[in-house]
């Protein structure tokens, strides 16, 4: 039997972590596929390199694996710091937003990154920077949770 050759296996890599970012369903199959391949006998480091996956999340998997199963590739938590801000206080803080800064004992006409800021420290006893302020602006007013002020 002649062995076949992909044309460009770049591009088929980059389909497959496409795919992969589409869905918690297609993200738990990639992961029980690269746990298979580990069982098979390939290593957590050459898995994670066919795939663009680091060595250690694909190390992650197989202990998450064995210790309970498929279910335990459904548990794990997406990586990155937990958010600072719980789901009630954005809601909250999304009906405060909709309101005038004025409402809320600020002088300013439309709310903004500093203001943000500045609002956070006071009522909520949270500390985030500017940037992320104005980013969390950006993105409730791009989710049309907020009146967009251009």
């Not at 088929?12 to 990639?30: C, E, N, P, T």
């Not at 794990?76 to 937003?97: A, I």
């Not at 420290?121 to 989710?143: D, E, F, P, S």
Request: with cysteine.
């Amino acid at each position: 039997m002649r062995s076949l050759i992909l044309n460009d296996p770049e591009s088929v890599r980059q389909s497959i972590r496409s795919a992969v970012k589409g869905s918690r369903d297609q993200r738990l199959l990639h992961e029980l596929h690269c746990v298979l391949l580990v069982g098979l006998g390939r290593s957590c480091h050459e898995v994670g390199q066919w795939f663009g996956d680091s060595t250690r999340s694909v190390e992650r998997w197989v202990v998450a694996f064995n210790r309970h199963g498929a279910a335990g590739l459904c548990a794990c938590s997406p990586g990155g710091r937990r958010p600072r801000l719980s789901v009630d206080t954005v809601k909250r803080l999304v009906f405060e937003l909709r309101q005038s800064p004025g409402i809320c004992g600020f002088p300013d006409a439309v709310w903004g990154g500093r203001l943000l800021m500045q609002h956070l420290q006071v009522h909520y006893g949270v500390t985030m920077g500017l940037r992320q302020c104005q980013r969390t602006l950006r993105h409730l007013r791009a989710l049309h949770l907020l009146v967009s002020h251009a």
